[in-house]
């Protein structure tokens, strides 16, 4: 079946640092990708989304890229601190079914 | 964007039981979603609830394991079914329209842990 997957499963990145985080999908067919941020205890949370006719959308200190060519999505949050420290995920939308698909996730840790 | 109360939000029981979960939202939706989170894992599809009609199951699941009741536009339950151990995880409901854009919203999840 269709996948979508991260590259990285933690990463650690000294606050303050700008840090990047990947993501690759298999299914060509995706709308709309969403990048979401889950704390300990808490459901996910949205934090920027790109349809798939767009290369980048920036928001308040994060930026999402979206590379067709290779299939490969990322988030870049800038000025980290430490209530960025959580696990991200990429997901993706097909409009035909609606259905949300979930990447692996990546554990982002600030270092204060 | 909606706000969704999801009930308990944890909770410890015996292999053999069943659990019924409640997903409240403040606001109609058409769609609403079942998710299941193993322990350091990635969100899994169970079963797109709609209401006035049964619920769609994703491929491995099914109906009698995960019965689920979608009464209104504002409600549905998911029930975990003859739990064992492997069933521990946290279920999160979930609808469509959030924050902007086409993004999903999700309650705070229900932590459950099978004994």
């Known amino acids: 079946g269709e996948s979508v997957g991260l590259h990285l499963p933690t990463l650690s990145v000294q606050e303050g640092d700008n840090s990047i985080i990947n993501c690759a999908y298999s299914n060509s067919a995706s709308d709309y990708f969403i990048w979401y941020k889950q704390e300990s205890g808490k459901g996910p949370q949205f934090i920027i989304d790109?349809?798939?006719?767009?290369d980048k959308r920036q928001g308040q200190r994060v930026t999402v890229l979206l590379n067709k060519t290779v299939k490969h999505l990322s988030l870049q949050i800038a000025a980290t601190q430490p209530g960025d420290s959580a696990v991200y995920f990429c997901a993706e939308i097909n409009f035909g079914n609606e259905k949300l698909t979930f990447g692996t996730g990546t554990r982002l840790t600030i270092i204060p | 964007s909606a706000v969704i109360s999801q009930k308990p939000s944890r909770d410890i029981c015996q292999r053999g039981t069943s659990l019924t979960i409640q997903c409240q939202v403040d606001?109609?939706?058409?769609?609403m979603f079942w998710y299941r989170q193993q322990p350091g894992q990635s969100l899994t599809l169970i079963a797109t609830?709609?209401?006035?009609?049964?619920?769609?199951?994703e491929s491995g699941f099914v109906i009698d394991k995960f019965p689920i009741s979608r009464p209104n536009l504002t409600f549905s339950t998911l029930t975990v079914s003859n739990m064992s151990p492997e069933d521990s995880s946290i279920y999160l409901c979930?609808?469509?329209?959030?924050?902007?854009?086409?993004?999903?919203?999700f309650g705070s999840g229900t932590r459950l842990t099978v004994v």
């Open positions: 609830a709609n209401q006035g009609s049964e619920a769609t199951y």
């Open positions: 790109i349809r798939s006719n767009m």
């Open positions: 979930s609808v469509a329209g959030g924050e902007e854009g086409y993004g999903y919203t």
């Open positions: 606001s109609q939706v058409t769609m």
